[in-house]
Structures are given as C-alpha cells and as structure tokens.
C-alpha cells in the first residue's frame, strides 16, 4: 500500500510539472518567436533495484518527460519596421554575443551605437555570412554615407524631328566627383537654309553660361559615325561628360513634334543613409538618399540536425551547447526559409490546445490524488484493524 502512495504521488508530480508546462504555454500565446512545448508522459516500471522505462518488473507510476518543443512556424505579422525580421520557413537567425552564438526565430531589430545590427534591448548581434560562409557581425557605421560619382556620360533616346528648327532638352542634371550638381541645358538649332541633317548642339549651365558648342550630323534619320558621341566640359567645375547618340537616336519628320530626351544619365550626388533592411534574396540591403544601394552581405540561417537538442532562453532566443550539429545557409538556399523585412513571426501556441491539455493535467492530478487518498485509508484501516 505505502508503494501505491509513492506510485500516486508520482503521478500528482508529473501533472504538477505538467501544469507548469501548460502554464507557461499559455502565458506566452503573445511572444513573439515563442515556441510551445509538448506535454509527454512515460510510465516507470521497475527492474531489480533500477528504473527504466520498460522491463519485466512492477508498475512504478509516472513522469513527465524532458519537454520537446513545437518548432511549427507562427504566423507572421506585418509591421512598420523594416529591421523587424522574420524567418517563413525552415532554419534561425544567427546572434552572436561576446564570442558565443545563439539562435532566434524573429526579432524587432535596431542599430547600436556602434553601427551593428542587435535585437532591440540587448547585445545580440544579428550576423552575416562572410565570404568563407562564416557568421559575423558586420557594422553599418562604415557605410552610413554614399560617395558621389562624377556624371561621364548622357545616353539620348528619341527622336529630333527633321521638320522643326530648334528643341531644347532642359534641365540634364549632372554631377562632379564632388558631388556637386548642375543642370545643364541643350539646345539643337538648324538654319532653314542649312543641309536638314545637321543641327548645332549648344549647352549652356544653370546661369545661361556656355559649356561648349558642336555639331550633330545625321545621314538617313541616323546619326553619323563621327557624331554619334560629343564631348562636353567645364574644367573649372570639374565636369566632363560626353553625349551618346549612338542608340536609339533618329531624325525623322514629325511635324514640328520633337521627343528626344535624356534617357539614360549616369552619376549621383552624395547620399545619406535611409532605410536599410533584408531584400527578396535575403541579403541585407542598404538605400540612400541619392537612389544608390549597397549590400552588406546575406543574413546567416542556422539549422539544427535534431532542433530538439537546442534550449529556449528569455527573449525569444534559443542555444545550442553542440557547434557540429549547425549548419549554416543563406536565403537563397532550398534548404532553408527566406528571410523577410517588416514581419514578425508570433508565438504558435494553439490556446484550444493548451486548454485540453489543461483539463486532461487537472483530471490526471486529481485522479493520483484519488490514490494516494485511497492508499491512504487503507493504511489507516490496517492499524485500525492492529489495534483491535
């Protein structure tokens, strides 16, 4: 009888650690990256004076088995901040934390002072893969400002209708190595009496000052070889830039309707900092003012060849004692999910679930109670009956 007590008072720890579990699932149904836990029962039986979970001996009762955690994805909620990054599918986030590594499924992201990416609050550092597939953490700081890149070339596209006398492109924005902008304009003029196929291109700056003077030929509709590029400068301002003609460039009749425009005009302005976040082939990405982007490198993916080997911790941050079970990929591979900007995967505890689970625990606890109450009273008959 006294071992039908200790075999019902096994049962009431196990639901008592059950309890515990549900619990904690259901109190975390709204943290982010959470991942339940599943309950599992096992029974104990004896087998000489050790206890296994199977053998030829008695029934030992009950307990509860080491937790095994739910890695089915949450849901993924949109968010306004494109640091807050989410995984939909397989894999996690790679941290990194005064030499350690640990792992998360999403997180709300932000810069530290030092220009690296951390999960908001703490010093985890979202890291990249380098070149040798490796994961660090890369700072921004470095690459905060884009550098200017000097204007060199102006590809025109259209037509300049050999009909009008005159067409004027305005307001051809173009830059030094400085970063310093002009707008320039470029007039085509021809004399009535003058052979229809050549035009006389002047470009003149912002002040109405002129930059240069030259002759654009055309010979059927088309520009001739030795017109098809013109060269402009302003030494003093530092500017050179040539005028490509070559491609897609006609001067065909169309009335006094010309439509010839700057189609193409390369170089940029120096560039703050906007937005930076994970592009659609998850390699964190980096806009700035000037339209220019730079990539800093894909964010790393962990995966785990048994994830039940690895540990929940406070946060939403998981580890993992055994680096030879992690296997590093980027977005970009089959094997792992993509990385997005602007979500934020929720917990996936399912509340109906935990609920069951939660009377199943209570009727469980209550029926070993109902044991060793039972064990118990009969404990108590017996020395009644020694009495008598």
């Given at each position: ?8 008072l ?24 959470y991942?339940?836990?599943?309950l599992?029962f ?8 050790d206890?296994?979970?199977t ?9 509860l ?6 890695f089915?994805?949450?849901?993924l ?13 397989e ?13 998360a ?11 690296y990416i ?13 070149e ?13 400002i ?19 006398l005159g067409?004027?492109?305005?307001d ?45 030929k055309?010979n ?7 017109s098809?590029?013109?060269?402009f400068?302003?030494?003093e301002?530092?500017y050179?830039?040539?005028f ?24 940029f ?7 930076l976040?994970?592009?659609d ?11 220019q982007?730079?990539e800093?490198?894909?964010v ?28 590093l ?11 997005l900007?602007n ?11 935990e609920?069951?689970n ?9 029926a ?5 109450s039972?064990?118990n009273?009969?404990?108590q008959q017996l020395?009644q009956?020694?009495?008598?």
């Amino acid at each position: 009888m006294l071992e039908s007590m200790f075999i019902g008072l096994s049962g009431m720890n196990a639901y008592s650690n059950g309890l515990k579990d549900v619990s904690n699932n259901i109190t975390n149904l709204n943290s982010q990256g959470y991942k339940g836990s599943n309950l599992v029962f096992r029974d104990l039986y004896s087998s000489g004076s050790d206890l296994a979970y199977t053998g030829d001996g008695g029934g030992q009762g009950v307990s509860l088995a080491l937790t095994q955690l739910d890695f089915s994805q949450g849901e993924l909620r949109q968010t306004e901040s494109s640091l807050d990054l989410a995984i939909d599918g397989e894999g996690f986030l790679v941290l990194e934390k005064d030499g350690e590594y640990f792992y998360a499924r999403t997180g709300n992201f932000e810069i530290d002072e030092d220009g690296y990416i951390v999960l908001s609050g703490t010093d985890y550092k979202l890291t990249l893969l380098n070149e040798n597939g490796r994961a660090e953490p890369v700072s921004v700081n470095s690459s905060r400002i884009s550098q200017p890149e000097a204007t060199t070339r102006v590809q025109f596209t259209d037509n300049l209708s050999s009909s009008s006398l005159g067409f004027t492109v305005a307001d051809v924005t173009i830059f030094n190595a400085n970063g310093e902008a002009a707008d320039w304009s470029v007039a085509f003029t021809r004399e009535e009496t003058d052979p229809s196929g050549e035009w006389k291109v002047t470009v003149t700056d912002g002040n109405d000052n002129e930059i240069g003077v030259q002759t654009l030929k055309f010979n059927l509709g088309r520009p001739t070889e030795d017109s098809q590029e013109l060269t402009f400068s302003d030494d003093e301002r530092g500017y050179s830039v040539v005028f490509d003609f070559s491609e897609n460039v006609t001067s065909f009749s169309s009335g006094e309707v010309s439509t010839l425009r700057a189609g193409d005009v390369d170089g940029f302005g120096i560039g703050d900092l906007q937005t930076l976040g994970v592009n659609d082939d998850g390699v964190f990405e980096l806009q700035y003012s000037n339209e220019q982007t730079t990539e800093l490198g894909s964010v790393a993916l962990a995966t785990f060849k048994d994830p039940q080997s690895i540990e929940q911790r406070s946060g939403g941050v998981f580890v993992n004692e055994d680096s030879r079970d992690v296997s590093l990929y980027s977005s970009s591979s089959e094997l792992v999910g993509r990385v997005l900007s602007n979500r934020i995967e929720a917990s996936n505890v399912e509340l109906s679930s935990e609920f069951g689970n939660l009377i199943l625990v209570q009727r469980g606890y209550q029926a070993s109670s109902q044991v060793v109450s039972v064990a118990n009273e009969m404990i108590q008959q017996l020395f009644q009956t020694r009495g008598q």
